[in-house]
């Protein structure tokens, strides 16, 4: 079979020629059905094209006793209640006989279709199927009669299977461009790490050390509401700062009385850093600003020293040296968190010379700017890649491949 022949393709629906199965969740309260050895599946296990085992496993009782049931081998699993389905639907083929819960819909397919077939056909429809997704305030849906009412024109299976290696081959060498494209991205920023991590080593031999209390002022930010009305100052917020940048144009306002304004606001050169949350530690260099002062999540670190160049002092807060003080320095279980005290107590390694903080600073600012074209290169590779791939699915369940 080399070709496809579209005139004997007939039109049909998921639900003609799948049955649409649902799942549950067993008692929490008892433990015994939590013992087991059979996979049950949620959003969670849904990582890999195929899906044979899951973080947590149930026993046949657990099965009879609720509402999931088995799935078995060689069906189509599809997330259909998540906050994921803001952005995909993930899908995946089962490899063995399995449970899932009900955030989750397994599509059993009958002889007319293959399943790999059926696999590449629902990641052809991704964009159709995100379109019927109901949007709730943290939950999405997608509801199983889009799902059952979806068209479809199904080739014999001879076509498919013809269909499904075409793809597959073609999807190989894709997954090879891929993953040495996001290898050169990895390389890129190891250059920069590596080359940071050498001088800051090397040199503190010969460097001067310094509590970072000594030669910075340094305060938490404002407590306000965010305004997107022209109220006052811009207000950055730790969800402002996003890949290194902020676009101010974005950044809200807030009201804060005049007395107030000059404690927070950012000037050139300030360094400003996360204290909570996720992102704790992370730090962004202020350079040129617009009237605007900083949220309370956020520590600011402003030098009162001529001896210390705020640049340099930022390229020392992406070090191992610094971020291992971070994590051994965080304090709090839920979200964790680093206050301005321990801020404070950093020792800082530096070069009295400006001329040489200041060369340190131009060497790795090359090696960044060379960073960056290389991961715009690989980015561009990488989006021009998933593009192939839904032209590639789009020409075969048109019938032009």
């Known amino acids: 079979m080399g070709t496809v022949i579209k005139s004997r393709w007939t039109k049909t629906t998921l639900g003609d020629i799948c049955q649409i199965r649902g799942g549950g969740t067993p008692s929490k309260a008892i433990e015994r059905y939590w013992r087991g050895d059979i996979p049950w599946l ?24 609720s509402a999931t049931s088995i799935i078995p081998k060689g069906s189509i699993l599809m997330v259909v209640r998540s906050g994921i389905l803001a ?5 995946a083929v089962t490899g063995r006989d399995l449970a899932i819960n009900q955030d989750l819909k397994a599509l059993c397919p009958n002889k ?26 943290t939950v999405h849906r997608l509801m199983t009669e889009d799902i059952r009412s979806l068209e479809i024109t199904l080739p014999p299976l001879p076509e498919q299977r013809w269909i499904v290696g075409t793809l597959d081959k073609a999807f190989e060498g ?15 920023r190891a250059l920069f790490k590596s080359s940071l991590e050498e001088i800051f080593c090397r040199g503190a031999e010969g460097w001067i050390k310094r509590r970072l209390g000594e030669l910075a002022r340094i305060n938490y930010g404002y407590t306000e509401s965010a305004s997107t009305e022209k109220v006052g100052p811009k207000f950055l917020r730790i969800t402002d700062i996003q890949d290194n940048c ?3 144009d974005s950044v809200p306002y807030c009201r804060i009385a005049e007395k107030d304004f000059p404690k927070y606001r950012l000037e050139d050169g300030d360094i400003v850093f996360a204290r909570t949350g996720a992102t704790t530690g992370k730090s962004f260099l202020v350079v040129n ?36 003080r971070i994590y051994s320095g965080v304090t709090g279980s839920a979200q964790g968190g680093f206050n301005a005290t321990k801020l ?46 839904k032209s590639l699915l789009h020409q075969a369940f048109s019938g032009n491949l």
């Open 246 to 248: 902020v676009d101010w």
């Open 344 to 389: 404070g107590e950093l020792i800082i390694p530096f070069p009295v010379s400006l001329n040489e903080q200041r060369s340190v600073i131009n060497r790795l600012d090359e090696l960044s700017s060379e960073t960056q074209r290389l991961e715009s290169i690989c980015q561009r590779k990488l989006a021009a890649l998933d593009e192939l791939k």
């Open 112 to 137: 007319e279709i293959n399943v790999e077939f059926l696999y590449h056909l629902l990641g052809s429809k991704e964009s159709f199927l995100l379109s019927r997704v109901s949007r709730g305030a």
């Open 42 to 65: 949620s959003p969670k296990d849904m990582k890999t094209d195929t899906v044979s085992d899951s973080i947590d496993h149930i026993s046949a009782e657990a099965v009879d006793s």
């Open 87 to 91: 952005r995909t639907i993930p899908i």
């Open 289 to 324: 600003p617009p009237k605007a002062i900083f949220a309370s999540y956020l520590i600011r670190v402003h030098l009162m020293t001529e001896g210390l160049l705020p640049s340099f002092l930022y390229l020392f807060f992406q070090t191992h040296s610094y971020w291992d």
């Open 174 to 188: 894709i997954a090879t461009a891929k993953a040495n494209a996001e290898k050169n991205l990895q390389n890129a």
